[in-house]
């Protein structure tokens, strides 16, 4: 399906990687960044050999006018304070202010001053896996069109900023998504404003400007074209298309030519999506292959929308499609959420997996996964790595012994009973892993300093904190957990604290009325006045022994969705999780036989009628 894109054209690097600095084998003589602050300017920097954080600060203070002691340099999950060793060519770094001088939100140089100090091309492909070589005449073509006067559209649906980007004849050929115009990021062109990059966003476990590397991951996880994911890199890419909110004033800047970091995929054209469509004619190979990625990335995004359909034949082609997914920014999020699988119900999913499909599950290797994406997008934090190795064994102890589609999807699922919502099968097997895993005594709920790095430092995770195991009935299954008292005033406080911190500017109306347009927030709830978390005893038919509400007092941050985070990995040091992955793996055959005994029970309920 993929045409060009997927063929390697080794000679033509140096188009997208324009000053020769990228060997194709990674290892530049010298090193370009782009460093991106909390608001969204992007420059691009060489870095001299010599250079150390603090050096690369001075430079930063000239172009942004921010002082060295008064901002931080990251790359994912690493403060770089002093050795810049880690830095591969071409990484994209944050520049964040620190937190006592937030209130002074960094300037965002835009126009002339910026560019003349970046002498970088048009469009950039940040990264040189051989997956992306086809791509370098994609974005010749992209650079051919602008040169040519043919200008990027931008896409007027979904919450986010995106945009087609032509060849000379005008057609799309890729979508563009700035990561600064996510939902609620600084320069969301739709109103949905108010989180500086890197603040938990839409959904909790994913933070503000990482949708874009994650849209990359899923292309790179994709091995085959197994699943159909259209080929997807980062680009530094300039334009005056893109859109730049003034802070200040509250307008948009107008025709400023600006940098951005931004995904860019190839378009595919389509007939229509899934959402538009009766999908009884979906194949249900294509069907279990998207399933298959979606498990192991624990997809929290797949609705309708984000599966394109394009017959076979053109007009009246007898019925035939092919699916290809889109819109992968929200998967491998930090902890473990409740995913959304719009296939979970299709009864192409109950279909027993093909021998090929098993063979595929069984080759999977989330070892060797995690290091190829830590090569490919260095940025990318273990505790999204450790998400997929998780769900990666998961989906293999499954497949093998024997589930299905849907159950594995239904094991992953959290339920909601009235207002309240459970963990997962799969979160409860983990809390339990976790819990043996303390009792062999590893100081488990202990994070050490360096941990800390990788943790949201700005969020209402007070359900976390408060998370104290109430094992009296100690090895029973499924487990009984409290959480912290409804009172309890130290919890209130972080809540109060992280609301104040995060301002978020919404037209609550246009927010309201962007959710019900929006699939991808279907399972929101902006719920009443306020939100707490309840504690106690498993209630009602909660079978998991978990519940969960919400009520505390109104704020602009209720606008977001609220979720919670039942099982977190990034609090775990390396020699613990190797222990829980092994308990883990324990648990799975136990909990593997219930589940195939409720489903077995289910389908003696529904009788024949469910069969097809
Ligand atoms: N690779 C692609 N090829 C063709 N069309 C695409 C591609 N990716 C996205 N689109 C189309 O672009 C539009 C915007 O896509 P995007 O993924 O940003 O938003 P969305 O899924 O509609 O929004 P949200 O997830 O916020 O509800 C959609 O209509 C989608 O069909």
């Not at 949905?192 to 503000?208: D, E, M």
Request: aromatic letters at 8%; one cysteine or more.
């Amino acid at each position: 399906m993929a045409g060009k894109f997927d063929t390697p054209v080794q000679t033509q690097m140096a188009v997208a990687v324009s000053n020769g600095v990228c060997n194709g084998e990674c290892r530049p003589r010298t090193r370009r960044v782009f460093v991106q602050t909390e608001t969204g300017c992007v420059l691009g920097l060489e870095l001299d050999r010599n250079d150390n954080a603090h050096t690369v600060k001075r430079k930063l203070q000239i172009a942004f006018n921010v002082p060295t002691d008064e901002s931080s340099l990251t790359f994912g999950d690493l403060t770089l304070n002093n050795d810049l060793s880690a830095i591969r060519n071409d990484s994209p770094l944050l520049l964040t202010r620190n937190v006592m001088h937030r209130s002074s939100s960094t300037p965002c140089l835009s126009g002339k001053n910026l560019q003349q100090r970046d002498r970088s091309s048009l469009v950039e492909i940040l990264g040189c896996s051989v997956r992306f070589d086809g791509a370098i005449e994609l974005v010749k073509e992209i650079i051919k069109a602008i040169k040519n006067g043919v200008d990027p559209i931008p896409v007027n649906s979904g919450l986010g900023g995106a945009y087609y980007f032509r060849n000379t004849k005008g057609e799309n050929v890729a979508i563009v998504k700035p990561t600064d115009e996510e939902p609620f990021a600084p320069n969301n062109p739709k109103g949905f404003i108010g989180k500086a990059l890197g603040q938990p966003g839409l959904k909790h476990s994913v933070r503000v400007g990482e949708t874009g590397f994650r849209e990359v991951a899923a292309y790179l996880l994709d091995y085959d074209h197994f699943a159909n994911v259209p080929p997807t890199v980062l680009v530094k890419v300039t334009h005056s298309v893109f859109n730049v909110n003034d802070a200040m004033n509250g307008n948009k800047l107008q025709n400023t030519k600006v940098s951005k970091i931004a995904s860019l995929q190839q378009f595919i054209p389509h007939d229509f999506d899934a959402s538009d469509h009766g999908t009884s004619s979906f194949p249900v190979d294509a069907i279990h292959r998207i399933g298959i990625l979606d498990i192991r990335i624990l997809n929290t995004d797949r609705h309708g929308g984000n599966l394109l359909v394009r017959k076979f034949g053109g007009v009246g082609g007898f019925g035939k499609v092919e699916l290809i997914p889109i819109d992968h920014g929200l998967c491998l999020p930090e902890s473990l959420e409740d995913p959304y699988f719009e296939w979970i119900h299709w009864p192409q999913a109950s279909i027993p997996f093909s021998e090929d499909e098993l063979e595929y599950i069984k080759n999977i290797d989330p070892i060797r996964d995690s290091n190829m994406l830590r090569t490919e997008l260095p940025m990318i934090r273990e505790a999204c790595l450790r998400v997929l190795v998780l769900c990666s064994i998961f989906l293999q102890e499954a497949a093998a012994f024997g589930l299905c589609l849907a159950e594995i999807g239904e094991m992953m699922s959290r339920q909601f009973h009235v207002q309240q919502e459970e963990p997962s099968e799969l979160e409860v097997i983990c809390l339990e892993a976790k819990e043996l895993v303390r009792e062999i005594d590893l100081s488990f709920f202990k994070a050490d300093e360096k941990d800390d790095e990788f943790q949201f430092d700005m969020d209402c995770e007070a359900a976390q904190f408060n998370v104290s195991p109430n094992m009296s009935g100690s090895a029973k299954s499924p487990l009984h957990y409290e959480f912290g008292s409804v009172n309890d005033q130290s919890f209130l406080a972080q809540v109060d604290e992280a609301v104040e911190e995060s301002e978020i500017r919404v037209d609550e109306d246009r927010f309201r009325n962007a959710l019900s347009l929006s699939p991808s927030l279907n399972k929101v709830n902006l719920g009443e006045k306020g939100f707490h978390y309840h504690c106690g005893k498993p209630e009602g038919n909660s079978t998991m022994g978990y519940s969960y509400s919400s009520r505390m007092s109104r704020s602009a941050n209720e606008q977001l969705p609220t979720s919670i985070s039942f099982v977190k990995f990034a609090d775990m040091n390396e020699d613990e999780w190797n222990a829980f992955i092994t308990k883990f793996k324990e648990l799975l055959y136990p909990a593997f036989a219930n589940r195939r005994s409720q489903t077995t029970g289910q389908r003696q309920r529904l009788g024949n009628s469910c069969q097809f």
